[in-house]
């Protein structure tokens, strides 16, 4: 198996404290002699018997996890009879352990100038980019996030992408997307920069929208601010309501005055509202959540 990284400067936005790693690896070929997770810890403990096996060692803490793998035939096997193995670092580790008997090794690949990242949570969705829906095999609409917008992983970026009737939209200076058709502006909204809308959304009077995408078929009210926020299709956002650095999946709708903080995901369906404030990193849904045994919803103790 052979681990796909990134260099990446420890400011950058595409680092992400979960994935945090050290490393030791043989600079001549590559091959992995150590790796541990720093998310949870401030210290790095390597083992004397690397530095007495190697001549050369590298150590490595600046490096992003792709989360790609080129793997050998070998890999699904080994998988599958090791039942402990349930993600990629576990088989990282069980490989690593087991090295002397099993025979098996683990090597690197750093990459200096290519882009390569994953979505795996929501700060890496913010940094880079999400799925699209795709439909009849026909892609309606790319939701896509700030190194999209800013046309980072070209020619990934959403004027590229076309339909059946052409273009889904046109890109615009201020890294500016707006869709060919079906789109409705008032004269006094403003539209900053990194921000993608999509056909069918109607935007009223004296509202802001910098570093954010808006699907198909939202309404946006008046005096409304949305800033880093992503709504899905079909959302609907009244008078006088600011969102920051939130998520909102299709079908939400915000009454008037709402105030959706940092952190916030809002799930398929939820309404909030009126005159309401939301907490930094509220996450809702429209029904409980279930055990998973029972047909009915598991009831939540003290609700």
């Not at 004027?159 to 869709?179: A, L």
């Given at each position: 198996m052979t681990l796909i990284y990134r260099r990446l400067p420890p400011w950058h936005r595409r680092r992400c404290q979960e994935d945090d790693s050290a490393m030791a690896l043989n600079p001549e070929t590559g091959k992995l002699l150590h790796h541990i997770k720093t998310s949870s810890t401030n210290k790095c403990d390597f083992p004397l018997s690397i530095f007495q096996e190697h001549s050369r060692v590298s150590l490595h803490h600046g490096l992003q996890d792709c989360r790609l793998a080129v793997c050998s035939p070998h890999v699904p096997p080994i998988f599958a009879d090791n039942f402990d193995y349930q993600t990629r670092l576990d088989f990282v580790r069980g490989i690593l352990e087991h090295e002397e008997i099993m025979g098996n090794s683990i090597y690197t690949h750093i990459s200096d100038s290519c882009y390569a990242a994953s979505a795996c949570n929501l700060v890496m969705y913010d940094a880079i980019s999400v799925a699209s829906s795709v439909p009849a095999k026909v892609i309606h609409l790319v939701l896509c996030s700030q190194d999209v917008l800013q046309r980072w992983s070209h020619p990934l970026v959403p004027?590229?992408?076309?339909?059946?009737?052409?273009?889904?939209?046109?890109?615009?200076?201020?890294?500016?997307?707006?869709?060919?058709t079906g789109l409705q502006l008032s004269r006094s909204c403003v539209l900053e920069s990194s921000t993608f809308v999509g056909s069918g959304t109607k935007i009223g009077d004296n509202t802001v929208v910098a570093n954010s995408v808006i699907g198909r078929n939202c309404t946006i009210g008046h005096n409304v601010h949305l800033r880093n926020a992503y709504l899905w299709d079909n959302v609907v956002v009244e008078d006088n309501c600011r969102l920051q650095q939130c998520l909102l999946a299709s079908g939400v709708v915000l009454k008037r005055n709402v105030t959706v903080t940092p952190g916030c995901v809002l799930s398929f369906g939820v309404v909030v509202g009126p005159e309401i404030k939301l907490k930094e990193g509220t996450l809702l849904q429209p029904t409980p959540d279930t055990d998973g045994f029972e047909d009915e919803p598991a009831q939540v103790e003290g609700k």
């Open positions: 004027d590229r992408f076309i339909e059946e009737n052409g273009p889904s939209c046109v890109y615009h200076r201020h890294n500016i997307y707006k869709p060919t």
